[in-house]
């Protein structure tokens, strides 16, 4: 049986309050497989300014196996220092050529090891654990994966624990070329319009009451920083400014450029595409008049993968309640949590069809998810 398009046709949810609803879940197919990719010790590569390589590196692995076949479809999680992919077996031999190039290049451009694994379905079920899934209608080019079970948390857990069994080694014989075409970081952070932008990590350590505990915290959430438009961190045109500083410019090149003259042309390129962009922008010719819009429309801010992660624009009293609330929740041993604070957001960009199909990945800026995971472990060390 050909399962290749289990998630093309899988039912979608319109509203992120609905993924908690048992019905809306499927498993997944048992000959499908886990791609798991994670920056060693990303942390420190954060503490050292590098939150935007980072962030970068993260989502090469995503790009590359969606270039595979454009007209595939299956989920992924982008998670700030990593990502999580779920993939047919036809797609497997060149997800790991994709891999190991991602490997080479987060390697070459910005000295970050990329730990990548490959861990099937499988397996994971023989080990007791399940992985099922929903998908969330955001616009009609994108729905969002939603994936809840242990297997992506077990998935994660093999690839740091028993790396030499799980790990993706280079294969000569595979010659598939990987394509990274699309991949952008071509904005300056874009600054809040509240007081915060936050990263905010929740993890259910009661089993027994886990969706009436996710299911409390969203609903507080959108009690106190309002439904997902009053909450998203990019919600306004203005908030959009291209960029033009080399440092920022400096991730894209480093990926597509083999050495420093390269680089230099391809900076070069970039800020003459940005300064296109912003003309045709500010003078709305053609469909450049929305692409601000439809960039709004298309941003990955909230999302549920084994936890709930979510970047949302607050005021600092409203952090205060929401940091007093999983308080409450943690000394009660329901949850553990990590939250990082910051004044603006950070967007990489995966772009198929320049006024087609977007993806753009949101995390706050100077660390977000990869710091808001850090607290969340010291808590979950603690217990």
């Keep these: 049986m050909n399962t290749n398009n289990f998630y093309k046709n899988l039912k979608q949810i319109d509203d992120f309050s609905k993924i908690m609803q048992d019905s809306n879940y499927s498993l997944i197919p048992n000959d499908w497989y886990v791609i ?66 991602a490997s080479k ?33 955001i616009t009609n080019d994108y729905a969002q994966a ?34 990274f075409d699309g991949l952008e970081c071509r904005w300056e952070d874009i600054k809040t319009l509240k007081d915060e932008t936050i990263s905010i990590l929740i993890k ?25 438009e009053q909450r998203n961190p990019i919600k306004e045109a203005e908030q959009l400014k291209l960029s033009f500083n080399p440092m920022i410019l400096n991730a894209e090149a480093s990926i597509f450029s083999k050495n420093k003259i390269g680089k230099f042309f391809t900076i070069l390129k970039l800020a003459f595409e940005n300064l296109l962009g912003l003309i045709l922008m500010k003078y709305s010719i053609g469909k450049w008049g929305k692409y601000k819009q439809k960039i709004i429309r298309t941003t990955d801010t909230e999302k549920f993968d084994d936890m709930l992660r979510m970047v949302i624009s607050i005021e600092t009293n409203q ?12 000394l009660k041993r329901d949850i553990v949590y990590g939250i990082h604070k910051s004044d603006s957001a950070l967007m990489t960009c995966l772009i198929f069809q320049r006024h087609g199909k977007h993806i753009h990945f949101v995390d706050s800026s100077k660390g977000g998810y990869a710091l808001a995971a850090k607290e969340l ?6 217990l």
Excluded: H, W
């Design 377 to 382: 472990k010291n808590r979950l060390n603690f």
């Design 146 to 179: 939603i994936i809840r079970g242990n297997g992506l948390e077990l998935a994660e857990e093999l690839l740091k624990k028993e790396y030499e069994t799980f790990r993706i080694k280079d294969d000569i014989s595979n010659t598939y070329r990987a394509n």
């Design 319 to 330: 952090t205060k309640k929401l940091e007093k609330y999983l308080e409450n929740l943690f």
């Design 105 to 137: 290049k987060a390697k070459e451009a910005f000295d970050l090891e990329l730990r990548i694994g490959v861990i099937s379905i499988k397996e994971i079920e023989k080990r007791g654990c399940f992985i099922e899934i929903t998908k969330l209608q």
């Design 204 to 228: 259910s350590i009661n089993q027994k009451n886990s969706n009436e505990i996710y299911t409390n915290c969203i609903k507080y959430i959108e009690k106190i920083a309002g439904n997902y």
């Design 36 to 101: 798991v990719s994670d920056i060693k010790n990303s942390t420190k590569a954060i503490e050292n300014g590098m939150y935007k390589q980072v962030n970068f590196v993260a989502a090469l692995t995503i790009i590359g196996i969606l270039n595979i076949d454009r007209n595939e479809d299956f989920p992924y999680v982008f998670g700030g220092d990593g990502a999580s992919l779920l993939i047919p077996p036809s797609l497997l031999e060149k997800s790991k050529k994709v891999l190991i190039e």
